[in-house]
């Protein structure tokens, strides 16, 4: 089975750097992706991890460790419209379906 | 159309009656997901599609839930006698290349009453 776990909620200033944990216990791993999603709006895919270390993309980083089953999500200079709920997926070993965590909502203010 | 279109956007149906889901991939996707998303809660897996294929239904909660997708493109997924515990966010996501992301549909918010 899977289980994939991350803070409900967290709130930060605007500027400032946020980093958003997950920790997850799988049957199977094949990478672990980050997805933003506004309200009511769809989840738009920002980071894709599948070996140990950092991935960069602007303002936007994710940290992997498959020994420890944890990754995060680092945002800087952070502005208003980073307000969203941020979902942490695994891909399981057959490199199909996404298990989703039940999302971070962050609440940036000014 | 350039991205995942789902309709309808939004569905109010009445206890116990049936309704029909549709999701448009993105052309030339393969792999096609059907997830529940209930409010403040991350997306549940559903079912997957591989071309025409329907590889994996393990998620579907009932057998009141049924999905298609005949020609390996448009999906349908159908809820018959709709209940109040079917309300939530149906998202279609579709994905192309082995290993690459799942790209969303906006959804169908279904609320029944």
């Known amino acids: 089975g899977q289980n994939i776990d991350q803070p409900t909620e967290m709130t930060a200033t605007e500027g400032a750097i946020v980093q958003i944990n997950c920790t997850y216990q799988?049957?199977?791993?094949?990478?672990l992706f980050w997805y933003q999603q506004h309200a009511g709006e769809a989840p738009t895919f920002l980071s894709y991890?599948?070996?140990?270390g950092l991935e960069e993309k602007g303002r936007f980083s994710s940290f992997l460790s498959r020994s420890k089953g944890y990754s995060y999500l680092l945002l800087k200079e952070l502005q208003m419209k980073d307000s969203a709920s941020y979902l942490c997926?695994?891909?399981?070993?057959?490199?199909?379906?996404?298990?989703f965590g039940g999302g971070t909502r962050l609440m940036v203010k000014p | 159309g350039a991205g995942v279109s789902q309709s309808p956007r939004y569905k109010v149906a009445k206890r116990g009656q049936d309704v029909a889901l549709r999701c448009d991939p993105i052309?030339?996707?393969?792999?096609l997901f059907w997830y529940q998303q209930a409010l403040g809660q991350g997306p549940e897996f559903l079912t997957y599609?591989?071309?025409?294929?329907?590889?994996?239904k393990s998620g579907l909660p009932s057998d009141r839930f049924f999905a298609e997708r005949p020609e390996g493109s448009v999906s349908t997924l159908k809820i018959q006698r709709t209940q109040q515990e079917d309300s939530a966010v149906y998202l279609c996501?579709?994905?192309?290349?082995?290993?690459?992301?799942?790209?969303f549909g906006n959804g169908t918010r279904l609320t029944v009453t």
């Open positions: 997926a695994v891909r399981d070993n057959a490199g199909n379906m996404l298990t």
């Open positions: 996501a579709t994905s192309g290349i082995y290993n690459s992301p799942l790209h």
């Open positions: 599609f591989q071309n025409e294929a329907q590889l994996d």
């Open positions: 052309s030339g996707h393969v792999s």
């Open positions: 799988t049957s199977g791993f094949n990478g």
């Open positions: 991890n599948v070996l140990d």
